[in-house]
């Protein structure tokens, strides 16, 4: 089956660093996306990683080892504002249809 | 306004109740997308839609109806619905199914 893993809640110290873990299970891997939703507000994309290695973007980077079905997702010099939820997603290609598959999200609160 | 909208943020309804969601987008897109997101759920793709034609309809109850006039505009027909279709109902688009979705902002649904 199709299955992807992160944790449900992560609690970090403003002007700290945080990674958020993501493992997946899934068949005709075709890339892997990082949103960031907050509270009531619609999900922006972060992040897109197809091929090993790390994608640095600012202070968001985000790694792939697609031989360990691992993603994670790190965040740097923390800011309240970065309190949110961030949805792992994989797409597979199956039958011929592209699918996002969607993990349930990690909650991550910034505290001072 | 850009990117993508959702009308109305927030709907409260009977069970006997017909009403629908609209979700536009200015981004140029041909793939449009609902979700529905309930609380520390992944999010469960509902309908997709592709140039105006529907390409997938994952085993979605009768009582939500999709309808696409143009690659701009999604409706989402609601009626008869049950309490437990109390969620988030977010759409989204993208350039082609194979390409980055863009969320808007959500209709926070309530059944009663």
């Known amino acids: 089956g199709q299955n992807i893993d992160q944790p449900t809640e992560m609690t970090a110290t403003e002007g700290a660093i945080v990674q958020i873990n993501c493992t997946y299970q899934t068949s005709g891997f075709n890339g892997l996306f990082w949103y960031q939703q907050h509270a009531g507000e619609a999900p922006t994309f972060l992040s897109y990683n197809v091929l090993d290695g790390l994608e640095e973007k600012g202070r968001f980077s985000s790694f792939l080892s697609r031989s360990k079905g691992y993603s994670y997702l790190l965040l740097k010099e923390l800011q309240m504002k970065d309190s949110a939820s961030y949805l792992c997603a994989v797409r597979s290609l199956m039958d011929s249809n592209y699918q996002l598959i969607w993990g349930a999200g990690t909650k991550l609160i910034i505290k001072p | 306004e850009t990117g993508v909208t959702q009308t109305p943020r927030h709907l409260v309804m009977g069970m006997t109740n017909k009403k629908s969601l609209k979700c536009e987008q200015h981004?140029?897109?041909?793939?449009m997308y609902w979700y529905k997101q309930s609380a520390k759920k992944p999010l469960e793709l509902m309908f997709v839609?592709?140039?105006?034609?529907?390409?997938e309809n994952n085993s979605v109850p009768s009582r939500f109806s999709p309808e696409c006039p143009n690659s701009s505009h999604l409706f989402l027909h609601l009626h008869t619905l049950q309490p437990e279709d109390s969620a988030l109902y977010l759409c989204a688009s993208s350039q082609a199914q194979t390409e980055t979705q863009y969320f808007g902002p959500g209709t926070r649904l309530l059944v009663l």
């Open positions: 839609y592709n140039f105006k034609e529907q390409t």
């Open positions: 981004l140029g897109h041909n793939a």
